[in-house]
């Protein structure tokens, strides 16, 4: 190879070759650490997935008791909500009586004044034995 005789052409060869070798390397080099870089990432990335999903959990445990007191209060509150209405309705049904009880004893009394005074007062037509 006649190029190769001459000395400027030589070590401009050289510097290309080893230009060429040093890219190669330094492509490699920053490919692998790229790597490394993402796995990393991704490792972490996992770590905060899984707390994020245990933290998810825990919240949804939390929203299900929550729920579940709530549907046994409305339970509860719909059996209070049903005694307050009976017990409304037999008060009602006793105010009732009671007012019915009330008409009856001032009708006795009044019964009973009359009965008294037609006791006590003469009677008018002769009484015949």
Known sequence: MPFLSDPVLKTLLIL???AAVGGVIGWLTTRYRSDRRHAADMAEKRVQIA???EALQAKTEKIEAVASDLEKSTAERQRIHQQFLESSQ???TAQGRLERLAEL???IIHR???IVTKRSTPS???FHA
């Open 105 to 107: 004893e001032k009708t």
């Open 16 to 18: 290309l070759i080893g």
């Open 124 to 126: 008018t037509t002769p």
């Open 51 to 53: 707390g994020l999903t």
């Open 112 to 114: 009973d004044e009359e």
């Open 90 to 92: 037999a008060e009602a």
